[in-house]
């Protein structure tokens, strides 16, 4: 079909079809139900020519008004006007307008019976009334002057059958076609059928709507969220499913923003309270348990790297460190000390047996002191002392010795 044959037919669908505005789909639900009972509506009709023509109606709803548009001119014996209609879906949709349509030629066209499927009968000829002479010379071939005939150029034979007596002509029937329309039931029940699909997916336009409407007005994220994908899962094939699916990530969205939100307060609470928790054990703290708290705030600050308490637990620390120096230094310092008194006592103690036995070794040295008892050796000053401490010690209880 080339493109003014195309035009012209779009053209002449447009007259049949007047421009409306796009029904409603409730509208479509409607005056399908109406169809299904009486097929004469006229108002009825009217909406299914409207969505047949606007060409923004979706194109499985607008390829099956097209059909339901067409059928009722071929009930009609119309096949002109069915066939513009088709021409015109065929071309709109070549993919699916055929199976929509679901009829071939064989439904409303069959052999005409007067010519056989020829197109064409005998009659005959009203030249020379079936004798198949030349009207003019009366098969003589001549004229009565003896010249030859110039009607049948000397043959003799009728000019318009040739000598056949009859000549062919167009059959009445079928207007030359070989074909005469003669309607099949399938395509009633083909009206019916695709009258019935346009009405479930107007059922479904307006389910829905309906759904999608309710499940975008959900308050609540989680719960909107979760109607959505209801809603989505209810109708996986439609192909206007956008707008729902950006309501759905941008519900995720917000989903994951108060959960990220509700993750980083219930972290900064458990830092504060950690924070609160180290401070307090600062404070109570004993010095022997100053290095296990270090390394308790050394772990607080490689867990939260980006805590805003780094900089007081620094301090913190600084204070613990210089506090466990001091602890540290001044055990040191006793434990020193503790060490030179020890190591003098030794030494004293080393001296007495050193010198003791240096006293004993030296009297055994003098002439004829090997033969004394080292043992029962006296010393005349320490007598002495020994004499004065006891004479006092008579002098202070009242006792004199005679």
């Known amino acids: ?49 409207a969505v047949a023509a606007e060409s923004a109606m979706p194109a499985a709803m607008r390829s099956r008004a097209m059909v339901l548009h067409a059928l009722p001119f071929l009930q009609q014996m119309n ?153 989505i899962a209810a109708f996986p094939n439609r192909q206007d499913l956008g707008a729902l699916t950006a309501a759905c990530e941008e519900a995720q969205g917000r989903i994951a923003a108060e959960l990220a939100q509700k993750q980083a307060q219930d972290e900064h609470s458990r830092m504060a309270q950690e924070r609160d928790t180290l401070f307090a054990a600062a404070a109570r703290l004993p010095h022997s348990s100053i290095p296990v708290l270090i390394r308790q705030i050394d772990a607080f600050t490689a867990q939260y790297p980006k805590s805003g308490y780094g900089v007081e637990l620094e301090v913190l620390k600084s204070k613990l460190q210089s506090r466990h120096t001091i602890y540290t230094n001044a055990w040191r310092g006793f434990y020193i000390l503790g060490g030179l008194i020890a190591v003098l006592f030794v030494l004293s103690q080393a001296k007495d047996w050193i010198f003791g036995k240096n006293r004993k070794e030296s009297l055994s040295k003098l002439s004829g002191m090997e033969k004394l008892n080292a043992d029962e050796f006296t010393d005349p000053l320490s007598d002495a002392r020994k004499a004065a401490v006891m004479r006092k010690a008579n002098d202070d209880v009242g006792v004199h010795p005679k």
Request: glycine letters at 8%.
């Open 1 to 49: 079909m080339n493109v003014r044959l195309l035009f012209c037919v779009a053209a002449i669908l447009a007259v049949a079809v007047p421009a409306q505005p796009a029904p409603a789909d409730a509208t479509i639900r409607d005056a399908c139900a109406t169809l299904s009972r009486n097929a004469r509506d006229a108002k009825a009709r009217g909406v299914i020519q």
């Open 79 to 231: 096949t002109n006007q069915f066939d513009r209609i088709v021409q015109v879906l065929l071309s709109t949709y070549p993919e699916e307008g055929a199976a929509i349509l679901g009829l071939t030629e064989r439904d409303w066209l069959a052999t005409c019976p007067a010519c056989n499927g020829d197109g064409t009968k005998t009659a005959t000829c009203p030249s020379c009334a079936r004798t198949g002479k030349c009207p003019s010379c009366k098969g003589a071939k001549k004229t009565p002057s003896g010249a030859a005939c110039q009607a049948c150029k000397g043959a003799g034979a009728c000019g318009r059958c040739g000598g056949a007596k009859e000549i062919p002509t167009a059959c009445l029937e079928c207007k030359g076609s070989g074909k005469v329309v003669v309607l099949s039931a399938n395509i009633a029940r083909r009206y019916e059928h695709v009258l019935a699909e346009l009405g479930v997916l107007a059922s479904q336009n307006v389910q829905f709507a309906e759904q999608s409407q309710k499940a975008l007005a959900v308050r609540d994220v989680k719960e909107r969220l979760a109607a959505l994908e209801e809603v």
